[in-house]
């Protein structure tokens, strides 16, 4: 089973003010940490879709063998990078893990008890955490038309909550942190 991941930090980060990308937690940029949880995790490829702060956060995965995929149209919502990050999936990946950089508590470890929890790669795995289910999470080959045709802002929640009988659940209860404004960024880092 070859499992890659994408992770999606093309946002402007306009609650926060600057580029959450950036953000150090435990002395490392939060891009930096999901990427290496990812690569840690044993996915390959590991892509990092980047938009509204490419030029400044590209360095942040310098030193990871990660792909970079720029959405020029990240204005247009989260399903933009979703689909881009799907597209440029090699065809041998058999699935794909979707995170984000701003949940700080994301671990290689993490990663791998949804890749567990999919049961064989055959089911959608996702976090649990304040009383719903998200990201990260797994989607096999067979979800990526689904999450090709995203649109909007919304994620691949919808996704999640319509198989939910078949999403094997991962107990995460620091997935409830995102580091979204300037309060969340002083209450964690």
């Known amino acids: 089973m070859n499992i890659a991941a994408v992770v999606l930090a093309a946002g402007s980060s306009s609650r926060l003010g600057q580029p959450k990308q ?11 940490l999901a990427a ?5 995790a044993g996915c390959a490829p590991v892509l990092v879709v980047l938009g509204a702060n490419a030029a400044v956060c ?3 995965t310098a030193d990871l063998t990660v792909q970079i995929v720029d959405n020029r149209e990240w204005q247009s919502g989260l399903a933009s990078s979703i689909r881009l990050g799907i597209a440029a999936l090699p065809d041998t990946a058999s699935a794909a893990i979707l995170l984000t950089c701003d949940q700080p508590h994301v671990s290689a470890d993490l990663l791998r008890q949804l890749i567990a929890a999919s049961r064989d790669g055959e089911n959608m795995a996702a976090s649990q955490y304040a009383g719903t289910i998200g990201i990260p999470a797994f989607f096999p080959r067979r979800s990526f038309p689904e999450l090709l045709a995203l649109t909007g802002d919304s994620g691949a929640k919808a996704l999640l909550r319509k198989g ?4 094997g659940c991962v107990p995460f209860p620091e997935g409830r942190i995102e ?9 964690i880092l």
Not at 22 to 32: A, K, M, V, Y
Not at 164 to 167: G, I, L, Q, R, T
Not at 179 to 187: H, L, S
């Open 58 to 60: 590209r360095p942040a």
């Open 164 to 167: 939910a009988d078949a999403v």
């Open 179 to 187: 580091i979204d404004t300037p309060a969340d960024a002083g209450a």
């Open 36 to 40: 290496r949880a990812a690569l840690e």
């Open 22 to 32: 950036l953000l150090e937690f435990n002395g490392e940029p939060l891009l930096h």
